[in-house]
């Protein structure tokens, strides 16, 4: 079978491409992509390229597929699958995939290390490296945008789990967010951040009482507050507070609205140093700070208050990428209703993954959805009421999310795939 994808030969080096598929195996499946999310790790991959730590070195003569948060239908399943899988069904997939290669770890992942897989394609062949670790997820709920993003949604699940908490007089590590605590996700409208405050005010077992959401851009703060709104959080018992931090003494403030106690977890999802460092200086005691923005640089550094590490018992992690476990919660969160369109403001065809994908972070907004066997221009979500003065397929979308509050839909899609 014939593909066209997107695929990496080197630094910058995209090419939107069509070749031949091979046939299938007895440990592998053949998959129909429907969507994919643009992530700036997919940036990161394109401007890295082979100094990636996933990517391989020979992608000049066996270039490999972009794209990890995608989507799809399976087309035809392997006999060593077909107990568990059956074509027609929905899927998504776990990316960061680990399998030992003799003594050696090796990190591999669909979008960063294969020739035959990644989301920025018409048609992939899974294979057994992410058969054999469960890394192959159906999934039932409506639309397929939601399984695209069930991805980005689970590094936020992972991120809130792996935070911890010390029990006083022992050594003992309480894993996850502090329930009934203080929470402050810092630069936190961003797509990642979004997908944050989502997933707290929905999630079912555990939350904090306050919430508080910060960033220096007023516009992406208003935009938050539209879809992820205050009264909506205070049904699920959050108080949520957004907060415009480019003020002259922003730690003094987010402490202030603590009641000067601190947070118990805080998230950082920019790698700033000034962000770090206001991160720590509003910790509470027994504080937990989750890094969770992925630096590009690897000397990035910033200062960290040792004084309370000592006496305040303050701490700090890292996470990179949720685990299989999480991208299941992720996908049975978003069955049970949690809609993630939130995050995304651009919609765009197979056509506009190179330029997007080397430009990613000057296009401003969230997630940029693309309909891999769609041809469109990256577009705005913002611009259908305008564009649709003209084209009708715009101007219907425009109406469709015009009756979600402005966001994009498992409507807007179905009508987008059928047009």
Known sequence: ??????????????????????????????????????????YKAAKQATDHKRIPKDIAKKPIIIG???????????????????AGQKFSIQPAIYYKDGPVGVLSAPGYSYPNIGGDAT?????????????????????????????????????????????PGSYIHNMEIVADGKMAILAGVGPMGLAAINYVIHRADRKPKLCVVTDIDQTR????ASVYTVKEAAKHGIEL????????????????????????????????????????????????????????????SARLNFYNVHYAYTHIVGTSGGNTTDMKEALEVMTRGLDPAGLITHIGGLNAVVE??????????????????????LTAISDFAE?????????????????????????????????
Request: glycine share 8%; aromatic share 10%; hydrophobic share 40%.
């Open 1 to 42: 079978m014939k593909t066209r994808a997107v695929r990496l030969y080197g630094k910058e080096d995209l090419r939107l491409e069509e070749f031949e598929l091979p046939a299938i195996n007895d440990d592998e499946i053949l998959a129909k992509v429907i969507s994919d999310s643009i992530c700036m790790s997919s």
């Open 68 to 86: 990890h948060e995608f989507s799809g239908e399976l087309i035809e399943v392997g006999a060593n699958w077909k107990h568990k899988f059956k």
């Open 123 to 167: 048609y992939v062949i899974i294979p057994r490296d992410v058969l054999v670790q469960d890394c192959l997820l159906a999934y039932e709920g409506p639309g397929f945008y939601p399984a695209s993003l069930s991805e980005p949604l689970s590094c936020v699940i992972g991120a809130m789990h792996a935070n911890y908490h010390t029990t």
């Open 221 to 224: 703060l208003d935009r938050a």
């Open 241 to 300: 507070i957004y907060v415009n931090t480019g003020i002259s003494i922003p730690v003094e403030e987010l402490r202030r609205i603590s009641g000067y106690t601190g947070y118990d977890d805080v998230f950082v999802f920019a790698p700033v140093p000034p962000v770090i460092e206001q991160g720590d200086a509003i910790l509470a005691f027994d504080g937990c700070l989750n890094f969770f923005a992925g630096p590009s640089d690897p000397t990035l």
């Open 356 to 377: 997007t994908t080397l430009h990613l972070p000057q296009i401003p907004g969230g997630k940029k959805l693309i309909y891999t066997h769609l041809e469109m221009p």
């Open 387 to 419: 564009l649709g003065k003209s084209d009708p397929l715009f101007a219907k979308l425009a109406e469709i999310c015009n009756r979600h509050q402005g966001l994009w839909s498992v409507e807007a899609e179905e009508y987008l795939l059928a047009f």
